[in-house]
């Protein structure tokens, strides 16, 4: 049947299999541990979504209004990890315009091989997941 291959017009994310409570329970948690570790492994939807949500989390963090942490504070699931995003994290990502999150392709999981990936702040202080890089 034809309706079986529209296109996908005016879709802006991915449901992840979940309802909309459960989905926004999961994108807050998912943040709030990116934020907290600063690197992250889930599967590849998910750490899809999780740049969108990260990205405008640290947007949250440069802007420093009051209104700006009423916001994070509704996102992050820990209320000391809103200080670190107004914190250290502001002044880190303060010239940066943009791409605050990196993912990266890792080898599919085992049980059920689903594509998985890891998720990181850029320019943090964690060893290198790359070969290459020094």
Known sequence: ???????????????????????????????????????????????????????????????????????????????LLVSKLFGSLKDRYLTRNGGYTRLLRIPNRKGDNSPMAVVELVDNELPHLLKNKK
Not at 2 to 11: D, L, P
Not at 35 to 52: C, D, N, P, S
């Open 1 to 79: 049947p034809t309706w079986y291959f529209t296109m996908r017009h005016g879709v802006s994310f991915r449901k992840l299999g979940r309802d909309r409570l459960h989905r926004s329970s999961l994108l807050k948690n998912l943040a709030t541990a990116l934020i907290k570790h600063e690197r992250i492994v889930t599967t590849l939807a998910k750490g899809k979504e999780l740049r969108r949500v990260g990205d405008r989390m640290i947007t949250l963090g440069k802007k420093g209004d009051s209104n700006a942490r009423h916001k994070a504070t509704i996102w992050m699931k820990e209320p």
